[in-house]
């Protein structure tokens, strides 16, 4: 396949699959500059509606862009869906990446899953599974189904949590403290804002745990302590 060259910027639009890496835009910058290697590693493009559309090599075409260099690519006669089909199967991509890939393609679960993103400053990892049932094979292929109902609940797991974590006197486990979360917004006459004063006058019960029912237990004692009122079984009934 023909490696061509140009310092055309203009001809290329990017196809941004994944959110540019900044840290590896650093060290490829820095090794471009020790050593241009552009030629032996030329991006991949298709032509698309009149543009070089960048399907890989999006961090090298970055980076050299900024430095004024050439760029050296070759035009691939896979389609795009081809291309982003064998993007989506790759081992290295986060359920993160899954999110803003599917997020750009108009996927409608996903795109509210990147809002909680936005919103929360989190990026979804391994708690994933606290927060909601999830298969990975279809969440990989953009099959995973997410609508406002549970936005409105996971938003509420993951408020609840960064007040928490705000009070806590140590840094808890996040995956085992929002599985204890996802319960107790689910039992009936739980007061929000009454556990979050009685979390803040009692932080000194609380205690690092590895198991979900850890957390219950200790919650369900600061939550009844000295409570007039109806006491509230914060703990999974076994």
């Given at each position: 396949?023909e490696?061509?060259?140009?310092?055309?910027?203009?001809?290329?639009?990017?196809?941004?699959?994944?959110?540019?890496?900044?840290?590896?835009?650093?060290?490829l910058?820095?090794?471009?500059?020790?050593?241009?290697?552009?030629e032996h590693?030329?991006?991949?493009v298709?032509?698309?509606?009149?543009?070089?559309?960048?399907?890989?090599?999006?961090?090298?075409?970055?980076?050299?862009?900024?430095?004024?260099?050439?760029?050296?690519?070759?035009?691939?006669?896979?389609?795009?869906?081809?291309?982003?089909?064998?993007?989506?199967?790759?081992?290295?991509?986060?359920?993160?990446?899954?999110?803003?890939?599917?997020?750009?393609?108009?996927?409608?679960?996903?795109?509210?899953?990147?809002?909680?993103e936005?919103?929360?400053?989190?990026?979804?990892?391994?708690?994933?599974?606290?927060?909601?049932?999830?298969?990975?094979?279809?969440?990989?292929?953009?099959?995973f189904?997410?609508?406002?109902?549970?936005?409105?609940?996971?938003?509420?797991?993951?408020?609840?949590?960064?007040?928490?974590?705000?009070?806590?006197?140590?840094?808890p486990d996040?995956?085992?403290?929002?599985?204890?979360?996802?319960?107790?917004?689910?039992?009936?006459?739980?007061?929000?804002?009454?556990?979050?004063?009685?979390?803040?006058?009692?932080?000194?019960?609380?205690?690092?745990?590895?198991?979900?029912?850890?957390?219950?237990?200790?919650?369900?004692?600061?939550?009844?302590y000295?409570?007039?009122?109806?006491?509230?079984l914060?703990?999974?009934?076994k």
């Amino acid at each position: 396949m023909e490696i061509l060259k140009t310092n055309k910027y203009y001809m290329f639009d990017i196809e941004v699959n994944k959110p540019l890496d900044e840290r590896h835009l650093k060290k490829l910058k820095k090794a471009i500059v020790e050593k241009d290697l552009g030629e032996h590693f030329p991006i991949d493009v298709i032509v698309k509606d009149g543009k070089l559309m960048v399907v890989n090599g999006q961090h090298r075409f970055r980076v050299r862009k900024d430095l004024g260099l050439v760029i050296y690519y070759k035009i691939t006669n896979l389609t795009l869906e081809e291309i982003r089909s064998a993007e989506t199967n790759t081992k290295d991509w986060t359920k993160s990446d899954y999110v803003h890939y599917y997020a750009k393609m108009g996927v409608s679960s996903y795109i509210l899953l990147q809002r909680l993103e936005d919103i929360f400053q989190m990026k979804f990892g391994g708690y994933s599974s606290t927060l909601f049932t999830i298969s990975t094979d279809k969440f990989n292929k953009g099959e995973f189904v997410f609508n406002e109902k549970d936005f409105d609940r996971v938003s509420k797991i993951l408020r609840l949590y960064l007040d928490l974590v705000e009070i806590f006197p140590f840094k808890p486990d996040k995956k085992v403290l929002i599985a204890a979360l996802r319960y107790v917004l689910t039992v009936d006459g739980f007061d929000r804002e009454y556990f979050i004063s009685k979390i803040k006058i009692n932080k000194s019960l609380l205690s690092p745990a590895i198991l979900s029912d850890q957390y219950l237990e200790q919650f369900e004692k600061i939550y009844n302590y000295r409570n007039q009122g109806k006491k509230l079984l914060l703990r999974k009934i076994k």
